[in-house]
């Protein structure tokens, strides 16, 4: 059998004011990684920390080798940090993680066996969770619910961090916002096999966490984005253009039905809504075709002007 080199693992830690989860966490990674016997590199993104967590990067960067700091001038969010990773790192095999200690880096074997099986995208679930209830947990399991239905695929946590991903679907990938967490969708979308592994969680014992409740509603409304995004975004007026005939079409019946009591009921236009009702929609619908031609513009210049290909191609042959 030929002998294939062994895969490269690139791990990426974005770490905000993590200054004393910094040094155990790097030492129990290091011996994790050490049993999974594959060439890596680690990453840490410092996303603007003020606690001194660079100076204490800085010093982990000078004792070891195959580490490598990115430093933001300022703090860019979670999202960012991993961006910049992803779009520095050299492994073939990607995994981000949590910079506090929450997520165990003996995980790493874990994915890393689905991976060798043959998935290209293994999302870590921390099934159970040491989180509060209230605040996170619940409202967790309604988003993960709704980001599986509308995303069509099926995974119990997309919030957690702790993913791995084989580099190729990551490429040309484009994150905003709190769009991390929706990367599998993105994946499966380009076509890749995904899957899930249960992971540990542990409770934050240094540092606080970066996050409220207001995340909740980032996601939700990424998550529309994305759902528009998946399914239209090179056909926007189908959107658009459906919304609008829907509208006319509504235009039409009620003018009718206005035009039918008048000449056929005696009844005067000035006593139903209907007509402004008719006008209204006639109005809105022609704005909402009108808008689905630009967003067609819009779409046009976006792939054309970056030379962004409409479908992803897995191999050529010969
Ligand atoms: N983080 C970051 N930039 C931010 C917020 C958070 O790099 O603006 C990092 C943080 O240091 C940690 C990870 O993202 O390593 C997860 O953050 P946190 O633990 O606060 O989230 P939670 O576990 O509470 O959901
Ligand atoms: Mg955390």
């Not at 895969?7 to 993590?18: D, F, G, Q």
């Not at 880096?105 to 066996?113: C, K, N, S």
């Not at 019946?253 to 236009?269: H, P, R």
Request: proline share 5%; aromatic share 10%; net charge positive.
């Amino acid at each position: 059998m030929a002998h294939k080199p062994l895969e490269t693992l690139s791990i990426l830690i974005p770490v905000y004011n993590e200054v004393d989860n910094i040094l155990p966490l790097f030492e129990r990674l290091s011996a994790a990684l050490k049993k999974t016997e594959r060439p890596y590199e680690v990453i840490f993104i410092d996303d603007g920390s003020t606690d001194g967590t660079l100076d204490a990067l800085i010093d982990i960067n000078r004792k070891n080798q195959n580490i490598k700091i990115i430093s933001f001038t300022r703090n860019f969010g979670q999202t960012a940090a991993l961006s910049a990773g992803i779009d520095s790192c050299k492994g073939d095999i990607i995994i981000p993680m949590d910079g506090d200690l929450q997520n165990d880096p003996e995980d790493i074997l874990l994915l890393l066996q689905k991976i060798e099986e043959g998935y290209d995208v293994v999302s870590g679930w921390r099934k159970d969770r040491k989180d509060p209830f209230l605040n996170r947990r619940l409202p967790s399991v309604i988003a993960n619910k709704m980001i599986s239905f509308i995303g069509g695929v099926h995974l119990h946590d997309y919030g957690c961090t702790l993913k791995a991903y084989r580099k190729d679907i990551l490429k040309n990938i484009r994150l905003y916002g709190e769009m991390h967490r929706f990367i599998p969708i993105y994946a499966k979308w380009v076509g890749a096999h995904v899957t899930e592994v249960p992971v540990k969680h542990l409770a934050r014992k240094a540092g606080s966490s970066k996050y409220g409740i207001g995340r909740v509603f980032k996601v939700i409304l990424d998550l529309m984005v994305v759902k528009f995004l998946m399914s239209y975004s090179q056909k926007p007026i189908y959107v658009f253009g459906g919304m609008g005939l829907l509208m006319v079409l509504g235009a039409f019946i009620s003018g009718g039905y206005a035009i039918y009591l008048k000449l056929l009921k005696g009844v005067s236009f000035i006593l139903t809504p209907l007509p402004l009702l008719s006008v209204l929609l006639l109005m809105l619908g022609f704005l909402s075709i009108l808008m689905g031609f630009l967003a067609e513009i819009l779409t046009r210049t976006y792939y054309e002007s970056q030379g962004k290909p409409t479908y992803h191609i897995k191999e050529t042959i010969p």
